[in-house]
């Protein structure tokens, strides 16, 4: 924040020096005409002189002032969202707090298989060939695998929107820059995102280009609140990603997902934030499947 106080300062001080001098600048401008006509040559060209000096003074001041605009911008993007007051402190997983949690979790009389090792046994997944294909970190689905992964999809988003009321959405799966600024991912996750080489992004989650189909519109509040649900493929270059976590399908470069966004008033935010949250319970809970809703603390939230 001292960061930010300081460029602001600066920028406000040149944003007002410069705004004088162009004043200065077009009010002896107005007079050398006149003091021309009135046969006042040396006035005239000691004007030209103070104008010209003026003009100097601009042409390395609104750089300046461009430089320090884009230093402002860059500390404002570094900056993150501040944490709702419900959010609880702490430092690890282990600080989150359970909200609730339904269903009846499983037992098992013998320490249950992986699911790589079941889904190679029921050749649902090849791994091995993925990464000959594209390299560790991508699934290759067969058969059932194949067509379980086209199932769920299809359920998910006809669940979202033919029972739960979203617009359905099928995004492109590619954004410009300005998309990931709006949402967040950039400049702070860049090294996660696939970038190709004309300013396009493979998008890391459907969130990205749903969430921007308004950007810089200015939308009725009658029509609030808005509900869109999106499938699409999500591409992480996951950097730094390591450990347990990555075994199997798991922080995967490349899955599919269904996502559900809403835009409303901040009136409604936290009552639209619980259906939402409802919502995709009702996924797990029309599958049969235990769940627990958990309260993330601080340390454990995004950027």
């Known amino acids: 924040m001292d960061a930010f106080l300081d460029t602001y300062n600066a920028l406000h001080a ?45 042409a390395v001041g609104e750089p300046r002032e461009r430089e320090l605009e884009q230093e402002l911008r860059e500390i404002e993007l570094a900056i993150p969202n501040v944490p709702h007051e419900s959010v609880p402190e702490g430092s690890s997983a282990e600080d989150n707090v359970l909200v609730r949690e339904w269903g009846e979790k ?38 059932l695998g194949a067509r379980l992964q086209r199932a769920l999809f299809n359920f998910m988003a006809d669940h979202q929107t033919l029972t739960n009321g979203y617009k359905e959405i099928y995004p492109p799966f590619m954004v410009n820059s300005a998309s990931l600024y709006g949402t967040g991912q950039l400049p702070k996750f860049e090294e996660d995102l696939y970038k190709t080489d004309d300013d396009l992004y493979l998008i890391p989650t459907a969130e990205v280009p749903i969430t921007n189909i308004y950007r810089d519109e200015i939308l009725d509040g009658a ?18 990603a390591a450990g347990k976590d990555t075994r199997g399908i798991q922080r995967m470069h490349q899955f599919d997902k269904v996502e559900c966004v809403k835009l409303t008033k901040p009136e409604d935010s936290y009552g639209e934030l619980e259906s939402l949250t409802q919502d995709a319970e009702s996924v797990l809970q029309k599958l049969g499947l235990h769940y627990r809703v958990m309260l993330m603390c601080v340390a454990e939230m995004s950027f």
């Open 223 to 240: 029509d609030l609140t808005i509900k869109m649900a999106g499938f699409s493929g999500c591409f992480r270059k996951e950097a730094g």
């Open 14 to 58: 040149l944003k007002i020096e410069l705004e004088e001098k162009r004043a200065e600048q077009n009010r002896i401008s107005k007079t050398i005409g006149q003091l021309m006509g009135q046969g006042k040559k040396e006035e005239a060209e000691r004007a030209k002189a103070e104008t010209a000096k003026l003009k100097e003074a601009l």
């Open 106 to 143: 499983p037992s098992f009389k013998e320490q249950p298989k992986p699911h790589w090792e079941i889904a190679e046994q029921l050749q649902l997944l090849d791994l091995a060939r993925a990464s000959k294909i594209s390299g560790s970190g991508f699934a290759l689905y067969t058969g």
